[in-house]
């Protein structure tokens, strides 16, 4: 048995802030890093923020791309424990937008979903979603398309 | 001046209630009172369950399909102040998973936004929002979009 | 259009407690009630708890065995909003200890799950579960199963 | 007397940190330390994430397989001050689904509970629980049994 | 079946308020109800307080006692939902310095309790209080004797 | 005047841990610790966990049993900010209980304290305290003596 | 002495909704109603609101009017507690703003107070503010000034 | 691929602090700041404590005045994540006077904006602000003048 | 027995309410009621508030001056359950300043009173305070005077 | 342009844990120390402990009497950012009963000043406080006498 255990395992969170720096430095975009990967943009975003455990062919492309090393790779594989907000409502505007949409919206979502399926929800882990850009001329438009299985309560 | 000043006036969670009721009675949809109405079915909702102002013609349209009086009437019109979960983070499962996803693609969703448009947000009040059904062969999904104008950082 | 719109609907909140004081003064058990709603004992108290929506059948049943009116009937059948407790930490006992099993074995529970599944969840939807008795010669023991589909992380 | 009080001790918290990356370098499972430890495997995980003092035969056992040290082993022989979640509401979907599961169905099972064993509680520390796999056609499914023994109150 | 389903059951919190009015009224004192009711000062008094329920013989007792109806009677015997604080930090000095000694004795009772008996619990459900008036010349002094059984943490 | 400000010194917290530290090192008890001491044991243990400033003698003799440097010593003299709780509710099960005690006998103990003595509170300033074993053939008993002044409300 | 002590005083936030009622009713604007008080409109609005004590006569300015009753008068006179948000972090989005307004740059107002006037605040009390339109070609704006006595530090 | 991961990025928390440290010791005012930057002083300072990214020109202006090394002209440079209050509600008395405003005067300022301009917000992203020093023969006035655009609720 | 038990009687809540009309009504000031009941001002007002009780005398003479009911006399004479704020940090200004005080002083005011009297605490039950106005050519002065009883730390 | 940006700049709060240390190594008294500074004593233990900012000169005299360096000296000139509380409720119960004095005769304070003074509030600001013993033969007070500007509500 080893008589010290010193822990110096790279956690997700510190491999989220090495591939911000890294990406920085190195100005690549979120795109280009998903290219190498090879999954979607928005799940490539959020696995190497520390929400998704990434495969180790996964892991391997992005760390390589964005030049970080062997813990930072083995970071990317961990299973996380999910929850990326600070508090539980988010101070960011940018983020804010989406909880506001949720105080004045989140019924009128609940209700249009029991309308067209029946009791149920919309899937947030058989889930995908998309952010684009939705050209107008009176000033472009932000669209983030979420899209989860329909799940009937079911006993 | 009058010496009586009962307050009888109908509140728009009031009003929300008399139509969540009349609408179970009458056996109407969102989509059927939409059309009435003459909006887009998610805003009407969220109008009808006191998110929006309704213009007088609005009101009119949907109070006398609902057969609902004269004081349902003018609390469709009246100016909400905005905001419709019971809690801070929503409890029930079909408004929760939204919540879920912000906290685990909040971030996500904010990197993306800025790498195509640069510092901003996604507008939530130049906004508007559909619920709709996709067929799949292994579950039908909920498909949600959020559609709002990109608002840069400007001093 | 009417003049008038006077809500004396029954809330789902209202019905259950009509049915928990019909079930005292009529001496029923929930086991009593399920058997004549056709349905599992522990949905059926979800459901008259206000948790569930019931078909016009099973409404029927059980408003006609607690003796309850139309109204209660009807709450029956409504889409709940779901979320029981009155407080994010629940303070009665025989609840808490559920809460305080989460403090302690969240996480164990949270392991166990990816190392048999996979990165993914036990559904909260398709779920169903069941509080039982077991005989113990040093004092019976509550067993309660919970039992849900798993939903592996699928983009 | 000493003149200087370094404290190095290793906490729980480190200890369980320690364990988490052990077992992934050495490509343990949970089920294959506990055959080690010769306790169940939801205890043992319990355990090794810093939720129950370990006797020191159980300690050596784990810090062996793990290849850790003896600050480690020290630490798995503390008595804990035990609650594992970040914050009340527990964000990570895995162990949420079954905070939500209290807040449908809490009430749900304190009337189940009262109704077979009269006025009392499940012990949460006269207490065992076990996750399993229940197969099924239609997608396996997680079953999580909790057993407490039946405590009534008693003045 | 009914169709009328209005709901004028007294609820325990009626019923204590009712308990409160009536002592007052009647100038008795919790030692004399609970003389009347046959079971100690302290059970007593959280009973008619809403956290106990009462058997019909002693529910029939302190309606007697205290001159309330058949309504009150039965709310006596119903299963309490546990929790009496307006806040999880009550407020009224009374009340509070029990908080206070769990702010600055918690630890200290933890490590006491685990010193004499191993790691577990007092329980609060095979529990039972006193409080008493120890005669002191320095000023009479308060005990209050919490008695519960020890459960060990026992898988 | 120096012109290095190099802080180093040992807070009451991290003398606390230092104590854990040495006393499961050198396999004291509380009760040891509190004889070399010459102060009750409860008293005892919370001064060395951070909650009591300890004279000059008796922080000596609690070093020195322990085997501790002068500055854990000098931290066992600082007057304390009280308050031990990690959270307003506490999460480990063997000090909620305490808590639960608190949430469903809180009133009772009010109401007991204003029957015997009047308006006015038990003191926890002027209060002392004791953790005992009751030997009960159904299982042995934690007592816990809550022992303080009486302060009647006096303007 | 009156045996009868029936309580159907006015509250300031009563005589509140009797405003918004009556000004909705009689189509009146704050500006107008301001004129008829003979003070600032964002101050009548505020008072109206139940913010500010109002002398007799504008109390019976605003009440002749709005056509309202003695007691909204009497309530409009009154000594208000202030503090008109339902939640600590408002959820309306108009007033949210102002909110994230003070989350992004309430630190740089404080440090330009700080560097214009030395240590102090604005005050609160001392205090008038403005809502204004801005023209704009690329669209209006909507200015708010906030202006309040600088209240220096001072012992 | 490296195999190390040494991540020393500075963060905008961590150049703010060097910013505030730096400008003390170089005794610059932030309007002078804001000259070299080229921008109004309200937003330079907003940047420098990290709520705006700053382009590369700006950040080299302010890094060169305040003698700061490249890792902080990085740091200038990163999109913030927005919020700098450590509190919901702020302690600050400079900062929570603006908080009060809002409590005060938020929903009037709410009615205002709808009374002048109908349905809608005044933008905090598209918006600029001032702090300003009144003359005031009895005592200097704080004039903080918010100006954002107006954004119609607009489906 | 009473068959009936309708509970009509009066809270210390709605007393106070009572008696804020009343006193507005006849034109009445604190310091005429304190008179009336024999007390000095501030206890009659926190009693009037519902803070304290009453002898039979104080609350025959305050209802007899205020011309209320039986109702509302026998409440100021109930055992109060304290704490006056409507949330743990008060909105209203006139009362948040004595919030900021304990914010900016409170750990000043602790050190003092250990500086002068040792460890212990300033009595919040033995207590009195006044509030006075000290003339100032510069402005008059609220002078607020917490007086209370030393009580030291004392097992 | 330095290429190399180390902030080891003492904070407000790092000063004031140096100054406890060396008041307790030397000694001294807050008394001792205000004398040397030449201000009162409340002012200067509330401005060492990191809530006001100090003069040069004071400063100076501050860090010679307790020999502290050049970077603590420079840490007492700094503008604070205020408020010294842990947590929004204190625990310490020295500190706590300022805030139960708070909630039991908050709403008192606040109608004898608008009594005595019109609406408006006592300064924070334009403030000064002091603790004082009173002897007494009964035990001796703690006096605590808070003296602010009273400062009228004034559009």
Redesign the interface.
Known sequence: ?????I?S??TKQ??A??V??AK?RLGL???QIAEAVG?????T??AL?G???MSEAEAKAA??LL????????AFR????????????????????????????????????????G???????????D????R?P??????????????????
Request: charged share 20%.
């Open positions: 048995m080893a008589s010290s255990s822990v395992a790279m510190g491999a802030a090495a911000r720096h920085a975009t979120w795109t999954r979607p943009v928005a799940w975003t959020s923020l929400q998704q455990p760390a390589s030049d970080l090393g062997e813990d930072v790779q083995q961990l299973q996380p424990t999910r929850g990326a907000l600070d508090s539980p409502i988010p101070t960011d505007p940018t983020i804010y937008r989406f909880y506001e949409v949720l105080q004045v919206y989140g019924p009128t979502i609940k209700e249009l979903i029991h309308e067209e399926f009791d149920g929800i919309m899937s947030a882990i058989n889930f995908r979603m952010v684009k850009r939705e107008d009176t000033g472009d438009r932000v669209v983030v398309v979420l899209n989860g299985k329909f799940l009937p309560y079911q006993w």
